[in-house]
């Protein structure tokens, strides 16, 4: 923390962190804000002074805490603070630096809302940089999130619909524990009572969500991400196996999640999983690997497969 701010803003410094950490220590305290613990106490005294309930207790799991019902002046950010938003913002949506975007307007109303001395620069950002889109992202409905985000609050089960990247449009009863932000895609993690398995749904292709009655209890010792991972290759339309006659250490950097498990076979490894786009996986995926490999299933895949062979072929006809 810089050292030459002065009482009184080492005192709202105080209180924010008495906001984002309840049961704060007075030595934790002191080290957020670089200071001794009798400084610290000190600025616990000073918004004591200035009629901000601050209450206190003994013990393992006692510290600093506000009282209910404090009413806390606007949110503040710090000039680096403003600038690592705007950043985030204009990494994840190229298109904010446009007014006439929705997140965009949101990002100029945040900037108008700044200090002089912390959004000028924050401003200067937004109108001189520029982010070139990421073409494998995709921007969800924030009504479709927001639903989806609220459901998982509340530990309720939800129906949704859902249409594939192949056309194809169902409804699914599932128990969403969690929504994961992955390269720039968005993913409904849930248990489907359709299939009774784990499921991993984009969330851009959600297009209706109806909160139920029912409630459940997610797994106690999940881990969203490791759980997206291991489960985005699964439960698609059209089954994929493929054999590659390399060690699977060697393979596997070069098999993204999505493309299924990896196994080792023998002297090499077998790729299991499903898509519901044979032909996204044989151009995109197995065409970037660069090892021999055999497509033992299914046949949508195989299919792909010799169609893109089909291809490359054609390209080499009559040359010498």
Not at 84 to 92: C, E, P, R, S
Not at 168 to 190: K, M, Q, T
Not at 217 to 245: I, K, S
């Amino acid at each position: 923390m810089p050292t030459d701010l002065s009482p009184t803003a080492r005192a709202l410094r105080t209180m924010e962190i008495l906001q984002n950490r309840p049961g704060v220590t007075a030595g934790e305290l002191a080290e957020s804000l670089g200071v001794t613990e009798r400084a610290a106490r000190r600025y616990v005294g000073i918004l004591r002074e200035a009629g901000i309930p601050v209450t206190s207790s003994r013990g393992p799991y006692g510290g600093y805490r506000l009282g209910r019902g404090t009413r806390l002046p606007p949110v503040a950010f710090t000039e680096p603070e403003a600038l690592g938003l705007v950043m985030a913002v204009l990494d994840g949506r190229p298109a904010a630096t446009d007014v006439d975007d929705l997140v965009g307007a949101a990002l100029g109303k945040v900037i108008r809302a700044l200090p002089e001395s912390v959004g000028r620069q924050a401003a200067a950002l937004r109108e001189h940089a520029s982010a070139a889109p990421d073409r494998y992202s995709a921007r969800p409905d924030p009504a479709t999130t927001s639903a989806l985000v609220a459901a998982i609050g509340n530990r309720r089960r939800v129906l949704v619909t859902y249409r594939s990247e192949s056309g194809n449009e169902w409804e699914a009863e599932v128990d969403p524990w969690a929504v994961v932000v992955r390269h720039g895609r968005w993913y409904l993690l849930c248990h489907s009572h359709r299939a009774d398995a784990i499921r991993t749904y984009r969330v851009d292709r959600v297009h209706a969500v109806q909160q139920t009655a029912y409630e459940f209890e997610p797994p106690e010792d999940l881990d969203p991400v490791a759980a997206l991972e291991e489960n985005l290759g699964t439960g698609w339309e059209f089954p994929t196996r493929v054999v590659f006659d390399a060690p699977l250490a060697e393979v596997a950097p070069w098999v993204r999640p999505p493309m299924g498990r990896l196994e080792p076979s023998g002297d090499g490894c077998v790729l299991v999983g499903s898509t519901s786009n044979p032909a996204m996986y044989a151009q995109e995926w197995l065409a970037c690997v660069p090892f021999a490999f055999r497509v033992d299933g299914g046949r949508e895949l195989r299919a792909a497969v010799a169609a893109l062979a089909s291809r490359f072929s054609a390209a080499l006809a009559g040359q010498p």
